[in-house]
């Protein structure tokens, strides 16, 4: 497994967690990433810049292979908040679920036993007009300072970038001497030739982030409405940034902002829980406004390993999957990748766990 050359396509949480730990974990790789978009950048084609993004883990009691995803990335980010001098833009939290109808059907979620202080809020504790609330420690995520974070540990490993225009086909980014593709394109595996999954498709969010003096909100919520659809959040930065939410439209691809939506948005976060405003301000400072496109994927995130041939290039080729991770990409992204490399590696050493394809390149 020497001097093995790998193109990472994508440098959104998933695909730059999978190069980090790639360069960190293993020895023998050259890993090189390909993207249109990087961290800086503020695009609709770009979803991670715009995730809120903390830890609320969606895994059903079923589904205990995105639990272990989430497990890990949950000790993982715990970690690295607690770490001496941490400019990762994580930080720890106090976390609050709530049903404005108290739900029938509760059963406490899987991670009771893994985030501290899980419990049942009080009567006195809930605020007007809920009916049931559940809090735990959580983990708040600033995508913009965790994603430069992490490119910045990439090149000091010695991997490198590469900005290209938005690829039609997963071929344009093998060069002769690619051994391995780790396919990290997000949404845009729905229509990236090569991959062209009919699962994946988007849930539109909108939010509108607010300025907040730094350390004046160490809590966030999650809000279910009584009719079951509509969620109303908030999850405060370490840099007093608070992002309020939000919308979830299944299939909905415009990213335009919708401003009467923005409005709601503010409204509903304030009618549950008016100490979002301080008591010596009368409205929000308003930064900036959000919408990202959630790569959702019918089966959930794709993580398989195909070998095809390059006719181009007269050689075998890895292509590994990582995409597809829905409203959770930043919650299961140390997990997703830790078994998008064992894939790899089991693909590498000839175990049957991957798919053979001959050639689509
Ligand atoms: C409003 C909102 C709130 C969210 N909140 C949370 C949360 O609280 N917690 C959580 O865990 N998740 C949250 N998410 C979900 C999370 O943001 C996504 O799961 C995650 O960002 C997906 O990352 P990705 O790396 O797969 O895709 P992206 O971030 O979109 O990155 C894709 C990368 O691939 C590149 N690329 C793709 N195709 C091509 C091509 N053909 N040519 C060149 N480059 C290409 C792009 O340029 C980019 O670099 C939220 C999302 C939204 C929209």
Redesign the pocket.
Known sequence: MSNQRVVV???????LSTANLLLQQEKGFKVHIV????PGDLSG????P?????W?SHATKDDTRQQEFDRITYNHLWKLAKAPQNKTGIMIIDEFEYWERFPQDFSDPWFKTLCREYRHLRKEELPTGIEFGITYKSISINPLTYLSYLLNNFTSLGGTTQR?N??SHLNECLESETDIVIN?????ART?GGVEDPNVYAAR?Q?VIVQLPRSYMNWAFFKRAANGGEVTYA?PHDDGEVIL??TYDEHKYSTDIDYNTAKGIIQRCLATRPDILPNDQTQLTIKRH?V????CRKGGVRIEAEWTISKKFGKRILICHN?G???????SSHGTAQHTIKVLKEALQGRPNFQLLISKL
Request: overall charge positive; charged content about 10%.
């Open positions: 396509l994508g440098a959104g949480i998933a695909g993207a249109k978009h990087f084609e770009y979803t991670s715009w995730a809120g993004a903390h609320r290209v938005l690829l990290c394109s997000g949404i845009h990236l969010g939010t999850i939410g939000g959000g990202g496109l959630r790569p995409y991770h829905g409203g959770s990409g930043f919650e």
